[in-house]
């Protein structure tokens, strides 16, 4: 047989999901940023876990074979290896075990007043690197920041998550909540037209879930290899044709405090495994 | 007139995936001439393995796979070693895997990837150079090659 | 330097039979994707596996580009003897990564 074979799923009934799902969906009256509480409109928050076949879910359950470990372990590594023998390692301040980031990685994104920025975990371990070892940043995706994060979200894993969004933490989150209410890109949906009005449906291949950030960074059957939040977000963007911002940008972590801030209550499960 | 490969395009620049196509794949006659290749013409009875799939796999791009050999695993009887084929991958060799009687259980896991739904054949050679084998069929929901742009 | 994560018991009573679990880090890059630029990524694959009990081979696995990233392989050994259990993974290049971990052996 020497057909062009297109890998099992038609380009055909891609686009007819798409589409009905373009249709289905109308913008909701909510959502808007505005000084009063902000209300969730999800009934109930569920793990993207939950979305998983059983052996994806196995392989996540699976404290050895699950392949997140490896990024873990290597962590632990650099954890307590600064790199450079005149700097301190994060152990010589936060200790051996890392016991001392146990919560940690369920409040974060957080406001840092020293910066006045919005730090996520991996802002927050860049900015210990530049700070206090006196190194240049990992890049957002390298394997090092990637087992790092990977390393402090774990200590927090089964802890449920609740961040800060009172304060000066509020704008930010305000712009996340617009956007993930905002219509864009050349299919011109909104992230709650996927994850909130079409959960559980099948597009290509893939249940859509919530898209809750709980388990990430996650191992992606389809990457081959641990990511970011940040690259999935990517791939949400460029999926309805909209420009994506780059990994670690200001936008996307403004994002990822309104989806955590919705995510309250779901328990860290990083690292995940997801299709 | 919209092809195929044009269908392909659009859908790969709509979803930011690429759906280039597999490269030539092995078919179920490929898979004989493999297996022919490792064991020449000697008879392969059927019996004696349990491969192992789950019936479905939401991504090829790791499978999980087990193999159990019925046999006592003592000098005089044992496993010498487990290869396994797919039906339908670009290659059709998988791995192999030798045992010895130290070994103690002939049993064996790994993941796998696997290009499309197809059949995954386990041949287990004996001690007194008899073979044996075991199948399992299973659909595959995304196949092993679909690519990630970013 | 690969990293591995390697599932073996410390101790065990003789004749046991032991399971043994083994992940690695690597891509197990087929040769047959493109990236982003239509490329050919080269092929970058671990070809071999071996398990040695007390320097005898206990398990050896060949492997070929339809084994999953990160490689996992578990299987069984009959503890017979205190000593060292080696774990040694080569790839196309003949680049060896290699782990030991000790295993007692009482009744």
Same mark, same amino acid.
């Given at each position: ?19 009905? =799902? ?9 959502? =808007?940023?505005? +000084?009063? /509480? ?34 873990v372990?290597?962590g632990?590594?650099?954890w ?10 994060c152990?010589?301040?936060h200790?051996?075990?890392g016991?001392?980031m146990?919560?940690v990685a369920?409040?974060y ?8 920025? $919005?730090?996520?975990i991996e802002?927050r371990i ?22 790092l994060s990977a390393f402090v979200a774990h200590q927090s ?6 961040? @800060? ?7 930010? @989150? ?7 209410? +905002? ?8 992230? *709650? *037209?996927?994850? /909130?009005?079409? =959960? ?7 249940? $859509? ?20 939040? *940040? ?6 963007? =460029?999926?309805?044709?909209? +420009?994506? @911002? ?12 309104? $989806? ?10 990083a ?5 | 007139?919209?092809?195929? &490969? ?112 197809? &059949? ?31 | ?24 880090? %690597? ?36 492997? %070929? ?10 299987? %069984? ?31």
């Open positions: 047989m020497s057909s062009n074979r297109s890998c099992g799923i038609t380009a055909h009934s891609l686009m007819l999901a798409l589409l009905a =799902v373009a249709a289905a969906c109308e913008m909701p009256g909510t959502g =808007v940023a505005s +000084e009063s /509480e902000p209300t969730r409109t999800l009934t109930q928050a569920l793990s993207g876990y939950e979305f998983q076949a059983e052996d994806t879910q196995a392989l996540q359950d699976d404290p050895f074979a699950n392949p997140g470990m490896l990024w372990d290597q632990q590594e650099l307590r290896d600064a790199g450079s023998a005149d700097e301190p390692s152990s010589s301040c200790g051996e075990s016991d001392s146990r919560g369920a409040r994104p957080a406001y840092d007043a020293e910066t006045q920025s $919005l730090l996520n802002g860049n900015h210990c690197r530049e700070k206090h070892q006196q190194q240049s940043p990992y890049a957002y995706e390298s394997a090092e920041l990637l087992a894993r089964g802890m449920p998550i609740d961040v @800060f969004i009172d304060g000066p933490a509020r704008t930010f @989150f305000d712009s996340g909540q617009s956007y993930f209410y +905002e219509r864009r890109g050349q299919m011109n949906l909104a992230c *709650h *037209h996927c994850h /909130e009005r079409n =959960v559980g449906r099948m597009l290509r291949g893939d249940r $859509l879930s919530q898209g809750q950030p709980t388990g990430y960074p996650a191992y992606r059957l389809e990457w081959q290899t641990l990511g970011s939040l *940040h690259r999935r977000l990517r791939f949400c963007n =460029v999926g309805v044709r909209a +420009e994506p @911002f780059s990994a670690g940008a200001p936008e996307y972590v403004n994002l990822e405090l309104f $989806l955590t801030w919705r995510a309250r209550g779901l328990k860290v499960d690292p995940a495994v997801r299709r | 007139m919209i092809t195929r &490969r044009d269908w392909l395009t659009g859908a790969a620049a709509i979803t930011g995936y690429s759906l280039l196509p597999m490269p030539l794949s092995a078919t179920p006659a490929d898979m004989q001439k493999a297996m022919r290749q490792a064991f020449g013409d000697s008879p392969i009875s059927t019996g004696r393995v349990a491969l192992t799939l789950p019936a479905l796999a939401e991504n090829g791009n790791s499978v999980r796979l087990s193999v159990a050999v019925d046999s006592p695993m003592t000098e005089k009887d044992h496993v010498e070693f487990i290869q396994l084929f797919a039906e339908a991958n670009p290659l059709p060799d998988i791995a192999r895997f030798e045992l010895v009687a130290l070994s103690g259980r002939a049993e064996i896991e790994t993941r796998i990837r696997l290009a499309a739904e197809q &059949r995954v054949v386990a041949v287990a050679g004996m001690n007194d150079g008899s073979l044996w084998s075991g199948s399992a069929s299973i659909v595959v929901t995304i196949a092993a090659c679909l690519e990630g742009l970013i | 330097m690969l990293k591995a994560r390697i599932s073996a018991p410390a101790r065990a009573r003789p004749g046991e039979i032991i399971s043994i679990k083994t992940l690695i880090s %690597h891509p197990m890059e087929t040769g047959n994707r493109r990236n982003s630029l239509g490329a050919r990524i080269p092929r970058n694959i671990l070809t071999e596996f071996v398990c040695l009990y007390n320097g005898r081979q206990a398990f050896r696995a060949e492997l %070929h580009p339809a084994i999953a990233a990160n490689p996992f392989l578990a299987f %069984h050994l009959r503890a017979d003897a205190s000593g060292t259990l080696e774990f040694r993974w080569t790839d196309q290049d003949g680049e060896v990564t290699t782990e030991t971990r000790d295993l007692v052996v009482e009744p």
